[in-house]
């Protein structure tokens, strides 16, 4: 078994850039017997190596771990970015609203604000407005229902317009 205060000494000077054979003969000349020397120093590789072994296997780990947050981070601007192109302003057809296609008891934009989905409700309201350009947006209550109503509004006078411009 090998002296650990040797085996300690010997990394140290080892990590200090000290060759091994000028190592031995320092040890030599401090009266350490050659089958110690040896011990020691073998001890010491061994002890080292572990140690880069466990650095690599942490660097390696490390690695891994950043592969996986890039990968990650590409995966949510992917979908933000797809997601954005989904969400166009253009017109969409819809089915125009007809008697049939409203509940009786609903006024055309109370239809409109039973909508989930922002285009469909925006869809709803420009069909509103096309079928009826005297729609007034002002008896709209709510707020966020009403700019959407206005909107549309905008759209189908601007589509008009360039109509009769063209």
Not at 3 to 13: C, G
Not at 119 to 135: E, G, I, P, T
Request: charged share 25%; net charge negative; hydrophobic share 35%.
């Amino acid at each position: 078994m090998a002296n650990r205060q040797l085996v300690q000494y010997i990394k140290e000077q080892l990590n200090h850039k000290m060759s091994p054979e000028q190592l031995r003969n320092v040890l030599l000349q401090q009266g350490w017997a050659g089958p110690d020397i040896e011990a020691a120093m073998e001890a010491a590789r061994v002890e080292t190596q572990k140690g880069d072994r466990r650095r690599h296997h942490t660097n390696h780990v490390g690695l891994a771990i950043s592969g996986i947050v890039v990968l990650i981070l590409l995966a949510a601007i992917l979908i933000v970015v797809f997601n954005q192109e989904g969400t166009s302003t253009q017109h969409t057809p819809r089915q125009p609203l007809t008697p049939e296609t409203t509940e009786p008891s609903l006024s055309g934009w109370e239809v409109c604000s039973h909508e989930d989905d922002s285009m469909a409700k925006h869809n709803c309201y420009y069909d509103l407005n096309s079928q009826n350009v005297q729609f007034d947006c002002d008896k709209i209550n709510d707020e966020t229902e009403r700019d959407y109503c206005y909107r549309a509004k905008e759209e189908v006078l601007l589509e008009r317009y360039q109509g009769v411009q063209a």
